[in-house]
């Protein structure tokens, strides 16, 4: 993970992805601006050392219909580039465990290609078709559990770390939307 190629590849995804700066105010122009290459190895030397913690997230409510809004937890540029790069890691790791008939949150997965699998179902003649949508069931999740379930697969206490700091930035339940490890 803090290997300068997987930093780099999360800094590209990051940035791809724009977004609203952080609690910190820091965009990718600013980055670029003084040295992207600092900025990256900055981040990889504080995670060598263990001096790297993340910065509170930025609350950004989202109208979602009806009144009702979605809450946004913003990482700041660096933590998003640290989650983007465990994400890398952790996302191989766990892929494989995964039923191939599953979309949600899932790379090179979208909604159209879940629609295609359904209608190839329909036309085998097959009709039950399981869809989950738990209501604010990423703000309930419970960090012992989570931990727990990721410390199966994760031998190494320093990725376990990472990720116990990086859920905890957002509180004591709960997981924040809105960075890229999230999903």
Known sequence: MCRTQTLEEAY????????????????????????????????????????????????????KGEGKVRTLQIPCIRDRVVQ???????????????CPNSYGFRPKRSPHRALAEVRR?????????????????????RHSVLLDKIAKRVQDPRVMHLVKQIIKASGKLGVPQGGPLTP
Do not use: H
């Open 121 to 141: 179902s329909v036309l085998r003649r097959m009709s039950i078709v399981i869809d989950v949508d738990l209501s604010r069931y990423f703000d309930n999740i």
């Open 84 to 98: 983007g790069a465990l994400k890398l890691i952790l996302e191989a790791v766990f892929e494989a465990d995964l």
């Open 12 to 63: 590209r995804l990051a940035k791809r992805n724009g977004g609203a700066p952080g609690i910190d105010g820091q965009t990718f122009a600013d980055i670029e601006s003084r040295s992207r290459a600092d900025f990256l190895a900055a981040i990889r030397d504080d995670l060598l050392t263990g001096r790297y913690q993340p910065q509170p997230n930025r609350s950004v409510e989202i109208p």
